[in-house]
């Protein structure tokens, strides 16, 4: 019988681009999406990710100093809730302070933009394996 995988995807959320990135829960090594636009449709195409790359868990990047931005993120992911299956699928938030800038060294550009959003998203993702590697 073959076992099939779920993954952990990272939304990297901003106003104008989500960084997305995914992990499989078995060997944990971050693998880029990309980014989507910020706008009516991505709800859209957040479910479908969700739905190709069988999604157990959403990690979303949270800033602990940041108030303004907290409150956006969590509008963000109550509004997220409406199209996932809590049974199935859980969402998580995670810090996520000074990963933009180290992505920006990453991809030698301090700018944000979807390159650094994506890094970013993978960057979180290596973080919590890390985490999650630690307490098993």
Do not use: C
């Amino acid at each position: 019988m073959v076992k099939r995988q779920w993954h952990i995807m990272w939304i990297d959320w901003w106003s104008k681009y989500v960084g997305v990135a995914y992990m499989n829960d078995e060997d944990m090594v971050p693998m880029p999406v990309g980014y989507l636009q910020n706008d009516g449709s991505m709800f859209f195409n957040i479910g479908e990710l969700i739905v190709r790359y069988r999604v157990h868990t959403i990690a979303v990047g949270y800033p602990r100093r940041q108030k303004d931005i907290q409150e956006k993120i969590d509008k963000f992911i109550k509004s997220l809730s409406f199209i996932i299956d809590p049974e199935k699928t859980k969402i998580i938030k995670v810090d996520e302070d000074y990963t933009t800038a180290q992505a920006g060294e990453i991809v030698s550009n301090f700018k944000k933009n979807v390159a650094t959003d994506t890094v970013s998203a993978m960057v979180l993702l290596e973080r919590f394996a890390s985490l999650v590697k630690k307490i098993q």
